[in-house]
């Protein structure tokens, strides 16, 4: 497994962690143990398990599995994954914080997040081919 | 292992699109828990269906040790599927009625046990996530 394809999966894992913790303390809100305040996490909770989990672990794992190149890195230009990650990550945490807050973060959020997926889809899509072909 | 995570999956996947079918030709009006199960159905499907396929296929595919067991205790994951799949059937039966004596203290228990999944999996599978 190339280390792009592991930064990306163990981020994924830590917003699984961090999104079922969320989603654990919101059920326990409903079991009566916390107030109903804790709702106001839901944003952050769907923007970590919706874009840190679900669509970070599709990214990584597909960077891993794709079809490689015969010639030439194997996997493609290293640098868009990994970019790709920092920029999807930093685009979840202001997304997930302007949801939460009154800072305006959202905005910013969202265009790093779009442009993170859109850097490692973009070194995928050229290895959407035959194996070996 | 993995057989046991993509069966209980689909189950899921069934439930909660039974429960959309239901919502949708409009039984909502005659079933209470129809209406209120919303929050139901798409946790079925993200959790139940999409995250348990996730944990399946990954104990499968994922890098193995190079020791045994070469996928990592095997407890572990009986642990996570027995735990998320408890959880989230204590979540069907109970959120719909909610809240109420038996109902709020069933959710609890609920958030207790998937988030108790959700770490048994990432202990399990963590030390795979590596270069071949």
């Given at each position: 497994m190339p280390t792009a394809s592991i930064r990306l999966i163990r981020t994924a894992i830590l917003h699984l962690g961090l999104g079922a913790l969320l989603g654990a303390l919101m059920l326990s809100a409903r079991g009566g143990?916390?107030?109903?305040?804790?709702?106001?996490?839901l944003p952050l909770h769907r923007e970590m398990l919706l874009f840190g989990w679900l669509i970070q672990l599709a990214l990584g794992v597909a960077w891993w599995m794709f079809p490689k190149f015969r010639s030439g890195p194997a996997r493609g230009v290293d640098f868009l994954p990994q970019a790709g990650w920092v920029l999807l990550n930093t685009g979840i945490v202001l997304a997930g914080l302007g949801a939460v807050t009154s800072l305006g973060l959202t905005p910013p959020g969202r265009i790093l997040e779009v442009l993170g997926i859109g850097l490692v889809v973009g070194g995928l899509v050229p290895r959407i081919k035959p194996f070996g072909g | 292992m993995t057989r046991w995570f993509l069966r209980a999956g689909i189950v899921a996947l069934l439930a909660a699109l039974l429960l959309l079918l239901a919502e949708g030709v409009g039984l909502g009006q005659e079933f209470p828990y129809v209406a209120r199960s919303a929050p139901v159905s798409l946790h079925l499907l993200v959790m139940g269906w999409l995250t348990q396929l996730i944990f399946g296929v990954s104990f499968w595919m994922f890098p193995r040790h190079p020791t045994r067991p070469p996928r990592g205790p095997e407890s572990l994951a009986w642990t996570a599927l027995l735990l998320l799949n408890a959880g989230l059937l204590l979540r069907v039966v109970a959120e719909p009625s909610a809240p109420g004596p038996v109902a709020t203290p069933a959710l609890l228990v609920s958030a207790i046990l998937q988030a108790m999944a959700v770490l048994s999996w990432s202990v399990l599978i963590w030390p795979r996530i590596r270069l071949r």
């Open positions: 143990v916390l107030g109903p305040e804790v709702f106001a996490l | -």
